[in-house]
């Protein structure tokens, strides 16, 4: 995974900023079921009333409202109202303060509206058993709906209390008795039905004394709406600049790793071009970096803000003290395990499945680049089959882990949909007994979803993982791989380049193999003379050129460019000194101008004009419309072999290099365009040393020296007159393309072995 990560770290800055901006956005989606919970206890269930000391009171209840209260606590519930005419106006308006009077005066405020609300059935059961007559009080009886809605009478017993206190009939060591055995039995009743009890008592109160309590309620509902709302566009904000700075470190991750992949990729010689393949390597800087990318961007939004909210949610919980989070533990238990389970069954699968792209990559590349020759021969049916068995096997390792990962989303969602069911079960008793309210039952199950989100988040992330951190080990083996092909730390430097080019018991063998591809190899090229190479396939003729521009480095021996091994010259110099024409002509999409100059970015038109005329490629371009401009699809596909070769050899030529390399470039023309290309060629190359690998004899007849392979050694070495009498390989190669005739043989003068 640290391969994934330490290509964020340049990006440091940006990353600190998402984070700042997640703990915004986590703090706002963990207020807001607190304001839900509000809006539900406070503004619907308690009229938007906050405290048990009543705004206002009847000067009346005011008398009544000490009735259960120590000495100490009346005198701080005196100190805490005003008289104003008729009315006690509470002097409180710090929160805090308000806070701890609340604390202060609930068990007196609590007895108080118990008294005043005593269901008349337990009055009369009350008085019966004291032996009071209820005639002998003036009390005041009410109707109204219990917790059941069913229409109950009360009575206010506190005026018969009170009087039977001032009568001396009840002291005050009987009245502490009575509070203390309500205090007793209070201790079964939850904090919450406390409190709302003192609720109700204010809001009595309020209503009696002319306060608009109705108008409270929906100031309180507009404020906190007002709060939310502003809550919610500060999330949506925050959410906004994350997913903005988080896609942005993903395409700058992205836009690096295919950079260093294609510095990286520029530099390998063939050797690593053939370890990992052309259809790998771009598999790799495809598909592999898009899967980093992917991964960056839901890392930066949602890795870490799992954490931030999870330990945001599992504090609130703790902080609602409802007792309920061992449910939200249980819940973490069976989603890490069930994702465990999961992770174990694809984590296999995602290897093999970075593999079997490479392999569909592969074939889809063969067969879009072979088209032509699968018509020829009638091999679609076959080609179809191929891929298909290439599509089949990703399609079914693909299918697997889909499967198992839609899995994920439903077990989740069962999970969560569970865990919010067992906490209404048990929250619902604990309602019942008073221990919560319905707004902190809402607000804890939004933390609890929040919680399980929060783990779900990172187990998804545990899935996502593994196969980025495939994506990541494969780019990372690119990376990491050192080219073959290395240059001096201390260069040297080629002044005044001549273009003399010597291979001195050259021998090189392919990295890995046992036996040599070339041994022995010593010869000169030098300016204004042609040096050609000729012999049986796979004698190893293209190895040779290739080891010039250090495409493969000598495994023996040196080859050495004006006296200097070329190994000691940088590579940019080296390849500025000569100009290669591979055995298959490649054009890049473009123009042919823009082909034509890839060699020289600034040769003009007349250069451009010289270089096609002696490649021959005049006549084709000039009959086109646009001419230099006419359009080159991908790969020359829209132009003919010929003409593309032509095109190759012209793109040498305007590079007016010291050294030209033709390896079998010659094959794909005609033999009067060979003839007239070679005469232009010799014309204009005086003062350079020409390479060429053929497979036709009459391509080289007039070479200044020709080196015959057979087998990765030079066995023959002359003029063509010279090889006809001295190299049975090259006699017979003769032989095999010219009659005796244009060889300027006959058979009397010919022994039995091919010799004069």
């Given at each position: 995974m640290t391969k994934i990560f330490k290509n964020m770290v340049p990006y440091w800055r940006m990353i600190l900023v998402i984070i700042a901006l997640l703990i915004v956005q986590a703090s706002g989606d963990l207020l807001l079921p607190q304001y839900t919970s509000d809006i539900i206890d406070v503004g619907i269930q308690n009229h938007g009333i906050e405290h048990i000391l009543p705004k206002k009171m009847t000067e009346d209840e005011f008398g009544l409202s000490t009735l259960y209260m120590t000495d100490k606590e009346e005198k701080q519930w005196n100190s805490s109202y005003d008289k104003e005419g008729k009315y006690y106006v509470c002097n409180v308006t710090d929160k805090k303060e308000l806070s701890k009077l609340d604390d202060t005066f609930l068990t007196a405020v609590f007895l108080n509206?118990?008294?005043?609300?005593?269901?008349?059935?337990?009055?009369?059961?009350?008085?019966?058993?004291?032996?009071?007559?209820?005639?002998?009080?003036?009390?005041?009886?009410?109707?109204?709906?219990?917790?059941?809605?069913?229409?109950?009478?009360?009575?206010?017993?506190?005026?018969?209390?009170?009087?039977?206190?001032?009568?001396?009939?009840?002291?005050?060591?009987?009245?502490?008795?009575?509070?203390?055995?309500?205090?007793?039995?209070?201790?079964?009743?939850?904090?919450?039905?406390?409190?709302?009890?003192?609720?109700?008592?204010?809001?009595?109160?309020?209503?009696?004394?002319?306060?608009?309590?109705?108008?409270?309620?929906?100031?309180?509902?507009?404020?906190?709406?007002?709060?939310?709302?502003?809550?919610?566009?500060?999330?949506?904000?925050?959410?906004?600049?994350?997913?903005?700075?988080?896609?942005?470190?993903?395409?700058?991750?992205?836009?690096?790793?295919?950079?260093?992949?294609?510095?990286?990729?520029?530099?390998?010689?063939?050797a690593e071009m053939n370890h990992f393949s052309t259809a790998s390597l771009i598999t790799r800087s495809t598909n592999d970096v898009q899967q980093i990318q992917m991964v960056t961007v839901v890392t930066l939004r949602m890795l870490l803000y799992a954490p931030i909210i999870g330990i945001g949610g599992i504090i609130k919980v703790w902080n609602t003290g409802a007792g309920m989070g061992w449910i939200i533990a249980l819940a973490v238990v069976v989603i890490v395990g069930f994702v465990l389970l999961l992770v174990s069954l694809v984590m296999p699968k995602f290897k093999i499945m970075q593999k079997l792209v490479d392999g569909l990559n592969l074939v889809s590349r063969e067969i879009l680049t072979g088209l032509s020759v699968i018509r020829a021969f009638g091999r679609e049916k076959t080609e179809e089959k191929r891929f298909d068995e290439a599509n089949q096997k990703l399609t079914r390792t693909q299918l697997f882990t889909n499967r198992v990962m839609n899995f994920m989303m439903p077990g989740m969602m069962m999970i969560m949909y569970g865990v919010v069911v067992l906490i209404t079960w048990v929250a619902s008793k604990k309602i019942d007994m008073g221990t919560i309210q319905v707004g902190e039952l809402t607000a804890f199950i939004t933390y609890a979803m929040q919680i399980v989100m929060a783990f779900l988040m990172m187990t998804a992330m545990s899935i996502m993982m593994p196969r980025a951190g495939v994506a990541a080990e494969r780019i990372d083996e690119v990376l990491h791989t050192e080219s073959t092909i290395r240059e001096e730390e201390h260069p040297e430097k080629i002044d005044s380049p001549e273009g003399i080019l010597e291979f001195s018991h050259v021998g090189f063998r392919y990295p890995g193999a046992k036996h040599n591809v070339l041994t022995d190899i010593s010869f000169k090229a030098e300016p204004g003379k042609t040096t050609a190479i000729i012999g049986s396939t796979g004698c190893g003729k293209s190895t040779l050129v290739n080891l010039i521009p250090r495409f493969y480095d000598v495994t023996e021996g040196q080859i050495t460019l004006d006296g200097r091994d070329i190994r000691k010259i940088t590579l940019e110099d080296l390849r500025n000194e000569i100009g290669f024409v591979p055995q298959k002509g490649i054009l890049f999409s473009g123009t042919i101008a823009s082909n034509l100059r890839f060699g020289k970015e600034d040769a003009t038109e007349e250069e451009m004009k010289e270089a096609s005329e002696i490649a021959q490629a005049t006549e084709f371009i000039e009959i086109k419309k646009r001419k230099y401009d006419s359009s080159i699809a991908q790969g020359g596909s829209n132009v003919s072999g010929g003409q593309k070769q032509r095109l190759a050899i012209a793109r040498a030529i305007i590079k007016k290099a010291k050294i030209l390399v033709f390896d079998d470039s010659f094959s794909a023309l005609d033999m009067k365009t060979d003839a007239a290309l070679r005469k232009a060629l010799e014309k204009k190359v005086q003062h350079t040393s020409v390479v060429i690998v053929a497979q036709r004899v009459s391509t080289i007849l007039h070479a200044d020296q020709i080196l015959v392979l057979d087998e990765g050694r030079i066995v023959g070495k002359g003029t063509h007159e010279e090889l006809l009498k001295n190299c049975d390989v090259y006699l017979q190669i003769a032989k095999s393309q010219l009659s005796e005739k244009e060889l300027g043989l006959s058979e009397e003068n010919i022994d039995g072995k091919g010799r004069e």
């Amino acid at each position: 995974m640290t391969k994934i990560f330490k290509n964020m770290v340049p990006y440091w800055r940006m990353i600190l900023v998402i984070i700042a901006l997640l703990i915004v956005q986590a703090s706002g989606d963990l207020l807001l079921p607190q304001y839900t919970s509000d809006i539900i206890d406070v503004g619907i269930q308690n009229h938007g009333i906050e405290h048990i000391l009543p705004k206002k009171m009847t000067e009346d209840e005011f008398g009544l409202s000490t009735l259960y209260m120590t000495d100490k606590e009346e005198k701080q519930w005196n100190s805490s109202y005003d008289k104003e005419g008729k009315y006690y106006v509470c002097n409180v308006t710090d929160k805090k303060e308000l806070s701890k009077l609340d604390d202060t005066f609930l068990t007196a405020v609590f007895l108080n509206q118990r008294m005043a609300n005593m269901k008349e059935s337990e009055f009369k059961a009350l008085a019966q058993k004291a032996g009071i007559s209820e005639e002998s009080f003036h009390l005041k009886s009410f109707t109204a709906e219990d917790e059941n809605g069913k229409q109950i009478t009360y009575v206010d017993t506190r005026p018969m209390i009170l009087q039977m206190k001032k009568a001396g009939m009840m002291s005050e060591a009987e009245m502490k008795a009575a509070r203390k055995e309500i205090e007793e039995k209070m201790e079964a009743v939850g904090s919450g039905t406390l409190f709302s009890t003192g609720i109700a008592y204010a809001i009595n109160c309020d209503r009696e004394a002319g306060v608009d309590v109705d108008g409270i309620q929906t100031r309180y509902l507009w404020k906190e709406g007002a709060k939310m709302a502003g809550i919610a566009f500060l999330i949506l904000g925050a959410a906004v600049f994350t997913g903005l700075f988080a896609s942005k470190v993903g395409a700058l991750v992205g836009r690096d790793l295919r950079g260093k992949i294609y510095n990286k990729v520029m530099g390998f010689s063939n050797a690593e071009m053939n370890h990992f393949s052309t259809a790998s390597l771009i598999t790799r800087s495809t598909n592999d970096v898009q899967q980093i990318q992917m991964v960056t961007v839901v890392t930066l939004r949602m890795l870490l803000y799992a954490p931030i909210i999870g330990i945001g949610g599992i504090i609130k919980v703790w902080n609602t003290g409802a007792g309920m989070g061992w449910i939200i533990a249980l819940a973490v238990v069976v989603i890490v395990g069930f994702v465990l389970l999961l992770v174990s069954l694809v984590m296999p699968k995602f290897k093999i499945m970075q593999k079997l792209v490479d392999g569909l990559n592969l074939v889809s590349r063969e067969i879009l680049t072979g088209l032509s020759v699968i018509r020829a021969f009638g091999r679609e049916k076959t080609e179809e089959k191929r891929f298909d068995e290439a599509n089949q096997k990703l399609t079914r390792t693909q299918l697997f882990t889909n499967r198992v990962m839609n899995f994920m989303m439903p077990g989740m969602m069962m999970i969560m949909y569970g865990v919010v069911v067992l906490i209404t079960w048990v929250a619902s008793k604990k309602i019942d007994m008073g221990t919560i309210q319905v707004g902190e039952l809402t607000a804890f199950i939004t933390y609890a979803m929040q919680i399980v989100m929060a783990f779900l988040m990172m187990t998804a992330m545990s899935i996502m993982m593994p196969r980025a951190g495939v994506a990541a080990e494969r780019i990372d083996e690119v990376l990491h791989t050192e080219s073959t092909i290395r240059e001096e730390e201390h260069p040297e430097k080629i002044d005044s380049p001549e273009g003399i080019l010597e291979f001195s018991h050259v021998g090189f063998r392919y990295p890995g193999a046992k036996h040599n591809v070339l041994t022995d190899i010593s010869f000169k090229a030098e300016p204004g003379k042609t040096t050609a190479i000729i012999g049986s396939t796979g004698c190893g003729k293209s190895t040779l050129v290739n080891l010039i521009p250090r495409f493969y480095d000598v495994t023996e021996g040196q080859i050495t460019l004006d006296g200097r091994d070329i190994r000691k010259i940088t590579l940019e110099d080296l390849r500025n000194e000569i100009g290669f024409v591979p055995q298959k002509g490649i054009l890049f999409s473009g123009t042919i101008a823009s082909n034509l100059r890839f060699g020289k970015e600034d040769a003009t038109e007349e250069e451009m004009k010289e270089a096609s005329e002696i490649a021959q490629a005049t006549e084709f371009i000039e009959i086109k419309k646009r001419k230099y401009d006419s359009s080159i699809a991908q790969g020359g596909s829209n132009v003919s072999g010929g003409q593309k070769q032509r095109l190759a050899i012209a793109r040498a030529i305007i590079k007016k290099a010291k050294i030209l390399v033709f390896d079998d470039s010659f094959s794909a023309l005609d033999m009067k365009t060979d003839a007239a290309l070679r005469k232009a060629l010799e014309k204009k190359v005086q003062h350079t040393s020409v390479v060429i690998v053929a497979q036709r004899v009459s391509t080289i007849l007039h070479a200044d020296q020709i080196l015959v392979l057979d087998e990765g050694r030079i066995v023959g070495k002359g003029t063509h007159e010279e090889l006809l009498k001295n190299c049975d390989v090259y006699l017979q190669i003769a032989k095999s393309q010219l009659s005796e005739k244009e060889l300027g043989l006959s058979e009397e003068n010919i022994d039995g072995k091919g010799r004069e």
